[in-house]
T-cell receptor, first 114, second 112 residues
């Protein structure tokens, strides 16, 4: 079963901020929250990740709820190039010592309107 | 610049044939992964490797095998291709398990 819940799709106007939500109510204390995105006809690319504190990088910001049961990826000014499927992923420890897998759900398809 | 490449980019084969998809990375990453992507399923993990001679099964490993004889390459083999294995296959690598995975451009495989 998927460990994260995201809306199937969202729309944003170009140059407006976008808030992409993700629910992960069963997150464990050692799970990191990762975000990837996939542009059309390309492989996924890393966006950002965090554990407890909010994180910023050149691509986006990640806001993590205090109870860690949800997070929000923030694109500060959406561009047409940001139209993609965005995946919220928990990095979990699988069976076997020291193994950490990324499990991709169906993601949120973001459309950017010019 | 370091990169991750996949070949071929497109492949059409027949049911029952053996097919091998290549993945090569020049980052010297220990960790490598194979995923498949189908409409309505997102990406699903097939096999992964944490280093030379190490291989592990992922969520959808039946009908697939991998081998890791060096750091740079993780070829994916379909022993006897089936129509259900028609998909887009992505290879990825990462420096360590806490860091990002870098994905290749994908291989579109069609099994007739």
């Amino acid at each position: 079963d998927a460990k994260t819940t995201q809306p199937n799709s969202m729309e944003s106007n170009e140059e407006e901020p976008v808030h992409l939500p993700c629910n992960h109510s069963t997150i464990s204390g050692t799970d990191y929250i990762h975000w990837y995105r996939q542009l059309p006809s390309q492989g996924p690319e890393y966006v950002i990740h965090g554990l407890t504190s909010n994180v910023n990088n050149r691509m986006a910001s990640l806001a993590i709820a205090e109870d860690r049961k949800s997070s929000t990826l923030i694109l500060h000014r959406a561009t047409l190039r940001d139209a993609a499927v965005y995946y919220c992923i928990l990095r979990e420890e699988s069976s076997g010592a020291g193994s950490y897998q990324l499990t991709f759900g169906k993601g949120t398809k973001l459309s950017v309107i010019p | 610049d370091a990169e991750i490449t996949q070949s071929p980019r497109h492949k059409i084969t027949e049911t029952g044939r053996q097919v091998t998809l290549a993945c090569h990375q020049t980052w010297n990453h220990n960790n490598m992964f194979w995923y498949r992507q189908d409409l309505g399923h997102g990406l699903r993990l097939i096999h992964y490797s944490y280093g030379v001679q190490d291989t592990n099964k992922g969520e959808v490993s039946d009908g697939y095998s991998v081998s890791r004889s060096n750091t740079e390459d993780l070829p994916l083999t379909l022993e006897s291709a089936a129509s259900s294995q028609t998909s887009v296959y992505f290879c990825a690598s990462s420096r360590d398990l806490l860091n990002e995975q870098f994905f290749g451009p994908g291989t579109r495989l069609t099994v007739l």
